[in-house]
């Protein structure tokens, strides 16, 4: 993880990422069940009426806007109810040692309100943190230049990809470290789209890592810069093999993905590798657009909400390719990247090889209010083309193989010393 603007989007999150949430809570013997119990039919009332698939629908939901200080007050009127939530903003004001602002105890009330729903997917997001993500989704950000990918279990946030020439690669941080904490706020304590932003920042300014790496504690400092993270990256292998790596979906990666695979064909290119390992998802539409590019006509992925309404994602045809196909996959395979997978196999256009995918398949829904905030809601499952759920249980390949670097400890990394790269030459040979 993870899809905006003035309007909503859908995501199949990211990262596997994709996520979370915290919560917080003021004034006195008054009572609160009125507007909250308002603001939660207002959200569930927008679910129903703009949850009609996976594109962009509608504009940013509005309500009656007011002050932090206004909201508290609402909170506290109503009937007796509201008397524990009266004393513990009290107790809140008179005794906790530091002053907390308004807007601090009102976002916190959102974010508990979402928390309530268990579901590590679905998050309140404060204007601010809105526009974080949607700067993440354009792909262009002052960071350090890794991607990071959320465990929903254990809440660790472990690095995936390093890019090359950025403050992440020459800072020493590598693929498959754990980070801790950033600046002091641990990774397991907040949402993955939350905690990327204690590491963006302003550009040329530093951010403390404490990264876990084979069980001991490093602190390493990165120098934010401008970071324009590529997407997809492609190359021609031995025997006119085409190579196709996508890291994430964003809006720009069917373009990119698009203009990758002309330049390999330009070249000649008779069979393709598409490499989905450490993928952890993004943007439907990206990845249906990518299907689309590649397979004829027919459904590549639908969606199902819990009222039964099912939404169709077509293929029309216009640009299918009819060259062998192989698409490697890991754990980290997940969501968008796992629509992607699920299409290849179902459509029978291509040879799965690697290990069994994350398994979510389930989508979320963008939910834009006026005030510059949002509502992230898991709104609906998703189907393979065979009408198969993998939520939970991922894709299985069709050949399974661990990967393993086949090179020394002094060896950087190449496909030649890639044995699932390898394998899928050996396949697409025969």
Known sequence: MYEEQNERKEVVDPGVVNYYYEEKPQKKTKKWPYFLVGFICLVLGCCITLIAGLMVIGSRVSFSDETSSEVL??????????????????????????????????????????????DPYSEYYTAEEYEDLMTTLTGNYAGIGALLQKNAETGAVSITKVYKDTPAEKAGLLAGDIIVSADGFAGTDEGLDTFVQHIRGEAGTDVELVILRESEELKIVCTRAAIATPTVEHQMLEGNVGYIAVSQFTEH????????????????????????????????????????????????????????????????????????????VNENTASAAEIFTGAIRDFNYGTIIGTNTFGKGIVQSTIPLTDGSALKLTTQTYYTPNGESIHGKGIKPDIELEYEFQGGEDDAYSVDLDNQIQKALDVLSK
């Open 253 to 328: 990666t069917y373009k990119d993905f698009v203009e990758a695979y002309k330049d390999l064909e330009k070249q000649g290119m008779t069979s393709v590798i598409f490499d989905m390992r450490n993928n952890g998802g993004g943007l439907v539409d990206s990845v249906v657009e990518m299907l689309d590019y590649l397979l004829p006509k027919g459904t590549v992925v639908y969606t199902m909400d819990k009222a039964g309404h099912r939404e169709d994602y077509l293929s029309d045809d216009a640009s299918s390719k009819d060259i062998p196909i192989v698409v490697l």
């Open 73 to 118: 007050e609402s909170l506290q009127e109503g009937g007796a109810d509201n008397s524990k939530f009266s004393t513990i903003i009290d107790i809140i004001e008179t005794y906790y040692y530091k002053d907390v602002d308004d807007d601090t105890l009102v976002n916190g009330v959102y974010k508990g309100v979402v928390k309530s729903l268990d």
